[in-house]
């Protein structure tokens, strides 16, 4: 992977906190879904 250059200015880095911050909500989204996920399979297959 070749390295990012990252632009110093106020804008550049303002945004790129605010995609760092919606990465992690979307992450913990998705771990907050898998237990959810887990038991409708579980439930579907009959196994519950």
């Given at each position: 992977?070749?390295?990012?250059?990252?632009?110093?200015?106020?804008?550049?880095?303002?945004?790129?906190?605010?995609?760092?911050?919606?990465?992690?909500?979307?992450?913990?989204?998705?771990v907050a879904?898998v237990p959810?996920?887990?038991?409708?399979?579980?439930?579907?297959?009959?196994?519950?």
């Amino acid at each position: 992977m070749e390295d990012e250059k990252k632009c110093p200015c106020p804008h550049c880095e303002a945004r790129e906190a605010q995609e760092q911050a919606a990465e992690e909500i979307n992450f913990a989204v998705l771990v907050a879904l898998v237990p959810v996920l887990t038991i409708t399979l579980f439930n579907t297959v009959g196994l519950l």
